[in-house]
């Protein structure tokens, strides 16, 4: 089955960049999707189709994918940032189509 | 606007089926567009794909659950349902109901709030 590697944590000042990584073999060749999710709340769609922003997501949030690796970028991270952040991907290259998530990223900010 | 809402009983007995219903409203459930999925998130840890409903009844299950899993649609009452059967407190989480993914097969978006299911005797 196929796997998405997260870091489990990031920190970041207020006002500075958060990088948060997703790895999966070939993950260039999808679509990778990315939710926020804050203590005790549902995910909510960050990014989708590698780069695009939902309406009312800042434009401090931004996506890329390449390689083996998606990224999701936080410019001038706010206190509000704070949260779980997961990347998301179909996956069809089994005998079975599947919704893959992966491991989370705590993003902290100081 | 789109609203998801999950139902079910809060605590369920080892070895029973987890029975969960999720109602939406400010949309239709027999849209052509979209599929509708099950996700869930043990206490502290991450999203697992359950498994989506297409309103014509299509179903796709994560390998993982397959055994276990039914998911069903009501398109009169504009509601999808999740069974699980033979539970085990590996099962004890929150659970999601999401509109997604899209018939190209991408994201989950809305979410509903999400509910809690305790696997205990």
């Known amino acids: 089955s196929y796997v998405l590697t997260q870091p489990p944590s990031v920190s970041v000042a207020p006002g500075k960049t958060a990088r948060i990584t997703c790895g999966g073999n070939?993950?260039?060749?999808?679509?990778v999707h990315w939710y926020q999710q804050k203590p005790g709340q549902a995910p909510v769609l960050v990014i989708y189709?590698?780069?695009d922003r939902p309406s009312g997501i800042p434009e401090r949030f931004s996506g890329s994918n390449s390689g083996n690796t998606a990224t999701l970028t936080i410019s001038r991270v706010e206190a509000g940032d704070e949260a779980d952040y997961y990347c998301?991907?179909?996956?069809?290259?089994?005998?079975?189509?599947?919704?893959?998530f992966g491991t989370g990223t705590k993003v902290t900010v100081l | 606007q789109l609203q998801l809402q999950e139902s079910g009983p809060g605590l369920v007995k080892p070895s029973e089926t987890l029975s969960l219903t999720c109602t939406v409203s400010?949309?239709?459930?027999?849209?052509?567009?979209?599929?509708w999925g099950w996700v869930r998130q043990p206490p502290g840890k991450g999203l697992e794909w359950i498994g989506i409903?297409?309103?014509?009844?299509?179903?796709y299950y994560n390998p993982s659950l397959k055994s276990r899993v039914t998911i069903s649609v009501d398109t009169s009452k504009n509601q999808f349902s999740l069974k699980l059967s033979s539970v085990t407190a590996a099962d004890t989480a929150v659970y999601y109901c999401?509109?997604?993914?899209?018939?190209?097969?991408?994201?989950?978006?809305?979410w509903g709030q999400g509910t809690l299911v305790t696997v205990s005797s």
């Open positions: 409903i297409y309103y014509s009844g299509s179903t």
């Open positions: 998301q991907v179909w996956d069809s290259s089994s005998d079975h189509q599947s919704w893959v």
């Open positions: 400010g949309g239709s459930i027999s849209s052509t567009t979209y599929y």
């Open positions: 999401a509109r997604g993914p899209d018939v190209d097969m991408n994201w989950f978006d809305p």
């Open positions: 070939n993950i260039g060749s999808k679509s």
């Open positions: 189709y590698d780069s």
